[in-house]
């Protein structure tokens, strides 16, 4: 049974970090990208981040140079790591194993709550 199993959220105030992670087991095959997304209160879910299988990362314009993305291919788990969070951020955030040769998936989301 694939299971990618998100930890790490929490309640912060602004400026203020948090480390999410992302465990995925029973997966067949490797993971060629991951992906978080962010669903804010009455939003739409939105991507955020991407990494590669050889490290290469990208960012949505409103992270970049407060978020960071890492991972660790013998563990198949990713980490994002959140500097600076600001109110904006609070969402549900949702990470994504994808496989070029084989389906995606999704794990269930953790809850970030930026306020003071």
């Known amino acids: 049974q694939v299971q990618l199993v998100e930890s790490g959220g929490g309640s912060v105030q602004p400026g203020g970090s948090l480390r999410l992670s992302c465990a995925a087991s029973?997966?067949?095959?490797?993971?060629?990208?991951w992906a978080w997304s962010r669903q804010a209160p009455g939003g739409s879910r939105e991507w955020v981040a991407s990494i590669t299988n050889v490290g290469s990362t990208i960012y949505q314009h409103s992270v970049k140079g407060r978020f960071t993305l890492s991972r660790d291919n013998a563990k198949n788990t990713v980490y994002l790591q959140m500097n600076s969070l600001q109110p904006e951020d609070t969402a549900v955030y949702y990470c994504?194993?994808?496989?070029?040769?084989?389906?995606?998936?999704w794990g269930q989301g953790t809850q970030v709550t930026v306020s003071s």
């Open positions: 994504k194993a994808l496989q070029a040769s084989g389906p995606n998936y």
């Open positions: 029973g997966i067949i095959g490797s993971i060629d990208q």
